[in-house]
């Protein structure tokens, strides 16, 4: 069985705990049945994968976790220091676990550690008991103040070229190629860590691309924070739909995000690929004292409609909405975010 665990973030509350967020996986080790065998070729065929490339190394680290199942009823507990703290639920079918634990303060800050920016966080180990046996792995866990600033940041064509419009190319990108930063976007998130952003991730992505997608952060230079993926099995119907699934989701983590640390203010930064305008927009109508800003990385041959951008940024009043389509108008847009920054309410 293999244990991941997501990266995490904790808010203060004021009883002299932190709250965490706790969430991972635990997956069977894949057993290549026929049926699996089956989706692997038909996603092959997807893409025009060779042969060689279907057996690749990369590949089949990729495309396993995909077909791997889940492990239900597994027993998950988090061990800080020298306490030990059992979550409440145990994974579900899927193998997903999330819930929020409190801890106390003293217990947290006997154990945080500082980035090159300033920020502060923790490394709690999960561990997991199985029919197979124990599964242990450090986590990775972020504690921003209780107020600042925060940015709320998508994944694929925002900091991550993924060409998500096209089904294929998406595909090829997600299973075969290289991950590639967009241009800019590493620098620019790393001096909003050097002025003490804290980041949250959040994705459509499926939660299989874990591994890779913290390659791509660490590699790329991107600065650390919380990470939100979706779950999905390789079925025929999400191969068929994939586009339109990884469209859904978001939302609900997004508002919970901002809803859940009122006093922060905060970027949010997509792109016109998927629906991050109107997702963004509802979320600074929904909490306008806390949504500063929102802006848009704009894809060459997936351009916003001049009604659509309207339509939204009235929505989102009287929060400013931007479109941008390199790193450096992004540092512009926000800095004046920033400066005119609407405080919480």
């Keep these: 069985m293999q244990l991941d665990v997501f990266p995490g973030f904790g808010i203060p509350i004021g009883t002299g705990h932190w709250?965490?967020?706790?969430?991972?996986?635990?997956?069977?080790?894949?057993?290549?049945t026929v049926r699996k065998r089956m989706l692997i070729r038909l996603l092959g065929n997807i893409i025009d994968a060779t042969?060689?490339?279907?057996?690749?190394?990369?590949?089949?680290?990729?495309?396993?976790?995909?077909?791997?199942?889940?492990?239900g009823k597994v027993d998950v507990r988090v061990v800080i220091g020298d306490r030990s703290y059992p979550l409440r639920r145990r994974t579900r079918r899927s193998g997903l676990f999330s819930q929020w634990l409190q801890v106390p303060v003293d217990q947290i800050d006997a154990q945080?550690?500082?980035?090159?920016?300033?920020?502060?966080?923790?490394?709690p180990r999960i561990v997991c008991q199985t029919e197979a046996g124990t599964l242990e792995r450090v986590g990775e866990m972020w504690l921003a103040p209780e107020s600042g600033w925060s940015v709320i940041s998508d994944v694929d064509d925002t900091?991550?070229?993924?060409?998500?419009?096209?089904?294929?190319?998406?595909?090829?990108?997600?299973?075969?190629?290289?991950?590639?930063?967009?241009?800019?976007?590493?620098?620019?998130?790393?001096?909003?860590?050097?002025?003490?952003?804290?980041?949250?991730y959040v994705s459509s992505s499926p939660s299989q691309l874990l591994h890779p997608l913290r390659?791509?952060?660490?590699?790329?230079?991107?600065?650390?924070?919380?990470?939100?993926?979706?779950?999905?099995?390789?079925?025929?119907?999400?191969?068929?739909?994939?586009?339109?699934?990884?469209?859904?989701?978001?939302?609900?983590?997004?508002?919970?995000?901002?809803?859940?640390?009122?006093?922060?203010?905060?970027?949010?930064?997509?792109?016109?690929?998927?629906?991050?305008l109107s997702i963004y927009a509802k979320v600074a109508k929904k909490y306008p004292g806390s949504v500063a800003g929102i802006f848009i990385r704009t894809l060459g041959g997936n351009e916003m409609s001049q009604e659509r951008f309207d339509k939204c940024q009235n929505a989102a009043y009287p929060t400013p909405c931007a479109t941008?389509?390199?790193?450096?108008?992004l540092q512009q847009l926000a800095r004046s975010a920033v400066e005119c920054g609407v405080k919480p309410g």
């Design 159 to 200: 900091i991550k070229e993924s060409d998500i419009a096209d089904r294929k190319q998406l595909l090829t990108n997600t299973f075969l190629r290289t991950y590639r930063p967009v241009a800019g976007m590493s620098g620019l998130y790393r001096d909003w860590a050097s002025s003490g952003m804290h980041f949250h």
């Design 112 to 123: 945080t550690e500082t980035d090159e920016f300033g920020r502060q966080f923790f490394r």
């Design 324 to 329: 941008f389509t390199h790193a450096s108008q």
């Design 19 to 32: 709250r965490l967020l706790i969430a991972g996986a635990v997956r069977q080790v894949y057993l290549p």
């Design 215 to 276: 390659e791509l952060r660490d590699d790329s230079g991107f600065p650390g924070g919380s990470l939100h993926l979706r779950n999905f099995r390789l079925r025929n119907h999400v191969l068929q739909k994939v586009a339109r699934i990884r469209r859904s989701g978001k939302s609900a983590v997004i508002r919970h995000l901002v809803s859940s640390q009122p006093l922060r203010r905060f970027l949010l930064v997509g792109d016109s690929g998927e629906s991050d």
């Design 51 to 71: 042969d060689e490339q279907l057996a690749s190394e990369e590949f089949v680290r990729r495309v396993t976790p995909f077909v791997a199942d889940g492990a």
